[in-house]
């Protein structure tokens, strides 16, 4: 619980190299996460490889701690293997369509959530990069990914080269419904995002992006409407182009 409630994002990294031994200690932690039918349909890349690394760096938007940390893994939605396996033992597999691409994407999220807290409780630092989705199709052709298998999330793991306060959160009632969704009111808005909109912080990315609420930071700078187009449709294509779109 303490290293759950203590979670940081980590854009900073030293060197040092993770014992092989230990990274597969956290690797088999994302193993034991939950999976659809126990089929397990997804699959980690790990490269420490430095060439490998500054291509994969490259299509994450530049962002430095790909580089400075000494691993970088991907999480891939895979059916793939599982089709394989079918074909193999006289089955037909019938996971082209994407229900099968949602599912394992599910699995793979699930395994690199577990991945993460393993990682942070054996002192390792860890930082998700949501790039993994704008830039798959660069991704899979550095990655050599097949048919059947996209990029979902990526995971920079090493030893923390920096010690930055915890993150805020909304609070739980603003999260939590009881029994059943209750929408929310003007005044529930107002309570829920009332500490949010008065830290410092806040006050600061306003004064920087010259806006007026923290909400025109997200909608017009942070995650604007003409990017989320483009980058729904190039990964769309991507799911499409690795065979999960079939609707026949």
């Known amino acids: 619980?303490?290293?759950?409630?203590?979670h940081k994002s980590i854009r900073k990294y030293k060197s040092k190299p993770i014992d092989k031994k230990l990274l597969n200690e956290i690797l088999t932690a994302g193993t034991r996460a939950s999976t659809t039918g126990n089929m397990q349909v997804y699959?980690?890349?790990?490269?420490?490889?430095?060439q490998i690394k500054?291509?994969?760096w490259e299509s994450h938007f530049k962002q430095d701690m790909v580089k400075q940390a000494p691993v970088v893994l991907t999480f891939c939605a895979d059916f793939n293997r599982f089709n394989?396996?079918?074909e193999n033992r006289e089955a037909t597999p019938g996971y082209d369509n994407f229900l099968s691409f949602y599912t394992a994407s599910i699995d793979a999220l699930l395994a690199a959530q577990n991945v993460a807290i393993a990682a942070e409780s054996k002192g390792l630092g860890i930082c998700y990069l949501g790039t993994t989705t704008y830039m798959a199709d660069?991704?899979?052709?550095i990655l050599n990914l097949p048919k059947q298998v996209v990029p979902?999330?990526?995971l920079v793991v090493g030893y923390p080269d920096e010690s930055p306060g915890l993150t805020d959160r909304l609070p739980l009632d603003g999260i939590i419904h009881n029994q059943k969704y209750s929408d929310y009111s003007p005044s529930d808005i107002n309570k829920i995002y009332y500490e949010k909109e008065n830290m410092q912080l806040t006050k600061d990315l306003l004064k920087e992006n010259n806006k007026k609420t923290l909400a025109?930071?997200?909608?017009?700078?942070?995650?604007?409407?003409?990017?989320?187009?483009i980058f729904s449709q190039k990964y769309l294509d991507v799911i499409k182009k690795q065979g999960f779109m079939n609707n026949d």
Do not use: G, H
Not at 1 to 6: E, F, L, P, R
Not at 43 to 50: A, F, G, H, L, R
Not at 217 to 225: A, S
């Open 152 to 154: 979902v999330t990526t």
């Open 216 to 229: 025109q930071v997200f909608t017009d700078n942070r995650y604007t409407k003409k990017d989320n187009i």
């Open 43 to 50: 699959s980690i890349v790990v490269t420490t490889d430095e």
């Open 1 to 6: 619980m303490d290293t759950i409630k203590n």
């Open 84 to 86: 394989k396996w079918c």
């Open 138 to 141: 660069a991704i899979i052709d």
């Open 54 to 56: 500054t291509k994969l």
